[in-house]
């Protein structure tokens, strides 16, 4: 049996067949890296009075283009964790019921979507406003969140309520 030799023009064939591969392999990667940027979640705390909702408090909203999935909350006060509102408010001196939002690994949170974390009825503390200035006290230069969230490809991040507070 003789060895046949290639010519010039199959050794192109499988040349331009391998490169159509790498090409395909790599416009696979890029669509899917575009997949994911394109459903990214985004959290974003905010502590102020929200006369809409008649609550003041600490709330988080996703500002991304994604549903973000909940890993993880952990709540410090003064830089020093806590294990639930409950503690924050004993640490923090706030003896009135300020409701909170469960939340729990696997909750989602919608494109736009906004929870109340840890807040107080406007309602009920009508003419007393120290109250509620106490309150937000407390939570803007004392309470900080750290929220451990994902996007719908598990690509995880960490976000805090006040950088630098959450260690």
């Known amino acids: 049996m003789s060895e046949r030799k290639w010519t010039s023009l199959e050794f192109v064939n499988v040349f331009v067949l391998l490169m159509t591969l790498i090409i395909l392999a790599f416009q696979a990667y890029e669509t899917w890296r575009h997949d994911i940027r394109t459903v990214r ?3 974003s705390f905010e502590t102020e009075p929200d006369e809409t909702q008649d609550v003041v408090g600490l709330s988080v909203q996703n500002v991304g283009v994604g549903p973000a999935v909940v890993k993880s ?10 294990k639930d509102w409950d503690e924050a408010k004993d ?7 300020a409701r909170e939002f ?7 949170i919608g494109v736009n979507e906004k929870d109340l974390l840890f807040g107080e009825n406007t309602h009920k503390r009508q003419g007393k ?7 937000l006290d407390f939570i803007d230069k004392h309470v900080s969140v750290s929220i451990t969230y994902c996007s719908l490809y598990d690509e995880c991040q ?10």
Do not use: M, N
Request: charged residues 35%.
């Open 91 to 97: 640490r923090g001196a706030i003896k009135y019921d």
């Open 41 to 43: 979640p985004l959290l």
């Open 73 to 82: 909350i952990r709540i410090y006060v003064d830089r020093i964790p806590v």
């Open 102 to 108: 469960e939340f729990h690994e696997g909750t989602k």
């Open 158 to 167: 960490t976000e805090c309520s006040e950088e630098g507070r959450c260690q």
């Open 129 to 135: 406003p120290d109250d509620l200035s106490k309150l």
